[in-house]
């Protein structure tokens, strides 16, 4: 196992070196073609491939991103000359990882709520994805805030099956990223999502730890703090972030050596200003307090990315299917990625007029 470990950590290392971050495009196939059906786009394996082409192509990606994380169709396939997606990543020196849940369905006695699926079978996938050179994995738990819900029914089912699917994962050699996510949608404030994410992720840890999962061998993917989309009171970036780093603080081990945001249906520039002032803040306490520099140069975690919507639903309004389009698409991309990057860096400038980026999609995954 130690040798395992090792991998798993300079996997790590590689991954977010020169604060790059991960992109996501492991959407499944349902999430994928919801969003093509709300933009007009035709639903084709077709446009799927060339959707997932115009981001792969996207010159010089590797500048900003580290790894991208896949969805099995992907996996298997190909650019239009006929090379696969999985050769040019390796030409580009980016990393792969996959999706390997199965999304989620209803829990059982609590029809209002839904479990992630997937442990079955899953230690074979694994070996599958591991020959083919993925070298990290991705599990989402998604919960939802009403009044009444989450219940604990919930939040320790969750917390549990994303626990084993670590252990099983660094079993194989394999990074996981571990991915709670409380959702966004709803009318709660902040106040109520600090709770229920304090909860969730106090649970997480709880259920890692009881499998023995290495802390120091995984990523942690959870939502930043916010209030839900349909609260009127919408808190500003210093409030949001001060909350985030402060609910991580109570919850996440030192131990843990990454934190990669999700970005949850914010529009990519207020994700990328939010990751922005993090890590400011971060910044001001090192360079600031010669106590805390003593005692910790920074926060105990690296504050990056693992951005879906946020990256690539600006790109992909400009796509809109016509392939014309490819050029603005790509520059699109690669701003965004580079705005994140700047972010980690904390050195990103908020746009100031409202612009297309700010469009936030309701699309839910799946
Ligand atoms: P969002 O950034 O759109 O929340 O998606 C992240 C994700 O979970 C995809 O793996």
């Given at each position: 196992m130690d040798m395992l470990i090792k991998k798993m950590t300079n996997t790590i290392k590689t991954l977010f070196a020169e604060e790059r971050g991960i992109l996501a495009m492991d959407e499944s196939n349902p999430t994928c073609n919801q969003r093509f059906i709300e933009l007009g786009i035709p639903v084709t394996e077709e446009n799927r491939r060339a959707w997932r082409e115009l981001i792969l192509t996207?010159?010089?990606?590797h500048h900003a991103i580290g790894g991208v994380i896949l969805f099995d169709e992907t996996v298997y396939q190909q650019q239009h000359h006929g090379a696969s997606f999985l050769q040019l990543l390796r030409e580009n020196n980016i990393l792969f990882g996959i999706k390997v849940d199965k999304g989620m369905q209803s829990l059982a006695l609590h029809p209002l709520e839904q479990m992630t699926s997937g442990l079955d079978g899953l230690r074979a996938r694994l070996n599958t994805y591991a020959g083919l050179g993925a070298v990290f994995t991705k599990w989402r738990a998604a919960v939802s805030i009403t009044a009444?819900?989450?219940t604990l029914a919930c939040i320790e089912a969750n917390a549990d099956a994303l626990a084993r699917f670590a252990a099983l994962s660094q079993e194989a050699g394999l990074v996981p990223i571990v991915e709670p996510e409380v959702m966004m949608t709803g009318t709660h404030n902040l106040d109520r999502c600090r709770e229920v994410t304090t909860q969730f992720l106090r649970a997480v840890f709880r259920h890692l730890n009881q499998q023995e999962v290495v802390l120091e061998a995984m990523i942690l993917k959870p939502n930043m703090?916010?209030?839900?989309?349909?609260?009127?009171m919408q808190e500003d970036i210093d409030t949001i972030t001060n909350t985030t780093i402060t609910c991580m603080l109570e919850t996440?081990?030192?131990?843990?050596p990454v934190i990669a945001f999700l970005s949850g249906g914010q529009s990519g520039d207020l994700a990328s200003a939010r990751l922005n002032a993090m890590n400011l803040r971060d910044s001001r306490i090192a360079s600031t307090s010669d106590d805390l520099k003593n005692l910790?140069?920074?926060?105990?975690w690296q504050l990056a990315f693992s951005f879906s919507r946020a990256i690539q639903f600006p790109a992909l309004q400009l796509w809109g299917?016509?392939?014309?389009h490819k050029k603005a698409v790509q520059d699109a991309i690669y701003r965004r990625v580079c705005d994140n990057q700047r972010a980690r860096r904390g050195v990103y400038q908020q746009l100031l007029e409202p612009s297309i980026d700010r469009a936030i999609t309701g699309v839910q995954k799946q």
């Open positions: 996207t010159p010089d990606l009444s819900l989450p703090i916010l209030p839900g989309a349909d609260c009127p996440v081990p030192a131990a843990v910790k140069q920074t926060l105990p299917g016509v392939h014309e």
